[in-house]
Protein backbone atom coordinates (compact mmCIF):
# COMPACT_ATOMS: atom_id res chain seq x y z
CA UNK A 1 0.00 0.00 0.00
CA UNK A 2 1.11 3.40 -1.00
CA UNK A 3 -0.30 6.77 -0.58
CA UNK A 4 0.78 9.52 -2.08
CA UNK A 5 -0.61 13.36 -0.64
CA UNK A 6 -0.64 16.80 -2.99
CA UNK A 7 -2.49 20.13 -3.72
CA UNK A 8 -0.62 21.88 -0.71
CA UNK A 9 1.06 25.32 -1.62
CA UNK A 10 1.11 28.83 -0.54
CA UNK A 11 -2.45 30.38 -0.10
CA UNK A 12 -3.79 33.74 1.61
CA UNK A 13 -5.84 33.72 5.11
CA UNK A 14 -9.67 32.99 4.21
CA UNK A 15 -8.83 31.40 0.68
CA UNK A 16 -9.20 27.48 -0.45
CA UNK A 17 -6.77 25.12 -0.98
CA UNK A 18 -8.07 20.81 -1.84
CA UNK A 19 -5.24 18.59 -0.84
CA UNK A 20 -5.71 15.28 -2.91
CA UNK A 21 -4.33 11.46 -1.22
CA UNK A 22 -3.87 8.98 -3.90
CA UNK A 23 -4.18 5.62 -2.85
CA UNK A 24 -2.19 2.43 -4.79
CA UNK A 25 -1.40 -0.76 -4.22
CA UNK A 26 -4.49 -2.55 -3.25
CA UNK A 27 -7.99 -1.06 -3.88
CA UNK A 28 -8.77 1.58 -0.85
CA UNK A 29 -12.66 0.03 -0.23
CA UNK A 30 -12.07 -1.02 3.06
CA UNK A 31 -9.90 1.40 4.59
CA UNK A 32 -10.51 4.15 6.91
CA UNK A 33 -8.54 7.76 5.53
CA UNK A 34 -7.07 10.18 7.66
CA UNK A 35 -5.44 13.27 7.29
CA UNK A 36 -3.30 14.88 10.00
CA UNK A 37 -0.74 17.62 10.18
CA UNK A 38 2.51 18.82 11.68
CA UNK A 39 3.59 22.12 12.20
CA UNK A 40 7.07 23.32 12.55
CA UNK A 41 8.34 22.77 16.60
CA UNK A 42 4.74 20.58 17.05
CA UNK A 43 3.55 17.03 17.39
CA UNK A 44 1.67 15.50 14.62
CA UNK A 45 -2.23 16.46 14.97
CA UNK A 46 -5.32 15.02 13.65
CA UNK A 47 -7.44 16.58 11.15
CA UNK A 48 -9.85 14.75 9.88
CA UNK A 49 -11.01 11.43 8.46
CA UNK A 50 -13.79 9.36 6.81
CA UNK A 51 -14.56 5.50 7.46
CA UNK A 52 -14.31 2.72 5.17
CA UNK A 53 -17.59 2.71 3.67
CA UNK A 54 -17.61 6.89 3.58
CA UNK A 55 -20.40 6.95 5.87
CA UNK A 56 -19.02 8.59 8.89
CA UNK A 57 -16.41 11.71 8.95
CA UNK A 58 -14.45 12.90 12.09
CA UNK A 59 -13.53 16.06 12.42
CA UNK A 60 -10.56 17.79 14.97
CA UNK A 61 -12.16 21.12 16.45
CA UNK A 62 -9.50 23.02 15.35
CA UNK A 63 -11.20 22.69 11.61
CA UNK A 64 -14.72 22.11 12.42
CA UNK A 65 -17.03 23.63 9.60
CA UNK A 66 -14.18 24.95 7.82
CA UNK A 67 -12.78 21.54 6.34
CA UNK A 68 -14.51 18.58 4.58
CA UNK A 69 -13.07 15.42 3.47
CA UNK A 70 -14.59 12.69 0.87
CA UNK A 71 -13.71 9.76 -1.06
CA UNK A 72 -14.17 8.64 -4.49
CA UNK A 73 -13.43 5.15 -4.25
CA UNK A 74 -13.50 4.00 -7.81
CA UNK A 75 -10.54 6.45 -8.22
CA UNK A 76 -8.59 5.32 -5.19
CA UNK A 77 -8.67 8.83 -3.81
CA UNK A 78 -9.65 10.55 -0.88
CA UNK A 79 -9.46 14.66 -0.92
CA UNK A 80 -9.64 17.17 1.82
CA UNK A 81 -11.29 20.24 1.15
CA UNK A 82 -10.08 22.97 3.42
CA UNK A 83 -11.75 26.37 3.77
CA UNK A 84 -11.39 29.62 5.29
CA UNK A 85 -7.50 29.17 5.66
CA UNK A 86 -5.86 30.56 8.61
CA UNK A 87 -2.72 31.06 9.36
CA UNK A 88 -2.45 28.53 12.39
CA UNK A 89 -3.75 25.83 9.53
CA UNK A 90 0.36 26.21 8.03
CA UNK A 91 2.11 22.99 8.34
CA UNK A 92 2.85 19.95 6.33
CA UNK A 93 -0.34 17.48 5.57
CA UNK A 94 0.57 13.83 5.73
CA UNK A 95 -2.66 10.94 4.49
CA UNK A 96 -3.09 7.61 6.11
CA UNK A 97 -4.67 4.92 5.84
CA UNK A 98 -5.96 2.52 8.54
CA UNK A 99 -5.18 -1.50 9.31
CA UNK A 100 -8.33 -2.09 7.72
CA UNK A 101 -10.74 -3.22 10.46
CA UNK A 102 -12.81 -1.18 9.93
CA UNK A 103 -12.45 2.23 12.64
CA UNK A 104 -14.96 4.70 11.81
CA UNK A 105 -16.01 8.50 14.34
CA UNK A 106 -13.69 9.05 16.93
CA UNK A 107 -11.54 5.73 16.27
CA UNK A 108 -9.77 7.58 13.45
CA UNK A 109 -8.87 10.34 14.93
CA UNK A 110 -5.91 8.30 17.02
CA UNK A 111 -2.91 7.65 15.41
CA UNK A 112 -2.23 4.40 16.51
CA UNK A 113 -4.79 2.42 14.29
CA UNK A 114 -3.16 4.11 10.55
CA UNK A 115 -0.33 1.50 9.13
CA UNK A 116 0.07 3.22 6.41
CA UNK A 117 1.13 6.52 5.77
CA UNK A 118 2.40 9.01 2.46
CA UNK A 119 4.67 11.95 2.66
CA UNK A 120 3.43 14.74 3.22
CA UNK A 121 2.67 17.98 1.62
CA UNK A 122 2.95 21.86 2.50
CA UNK A 123 0.57 24.50 3.17
CA UNK A 124 1.28 27.89 4.00
CA UNK A 125 -1.25 30.53 4.74
CA UNK A 126 -0.20 33.95 5.00
CA UNK A 127 -1.72 36.52 6.68
Known amino acids: VQLQASGGGLVQAGGSLRLVCKFS????????IGWFRQAPGKEREFVSA????????YQGDSVKGRFTISRDNPKNTVYLQMNSLKPEDTAVYYC?????????????????????WGQGTLVTVSS
Open 96 to 116: AADSGDRYSGQGLSFRAVYGY
Open 25 to 32: GRAITGYG
Open 50 to 57: ISWNGRTT
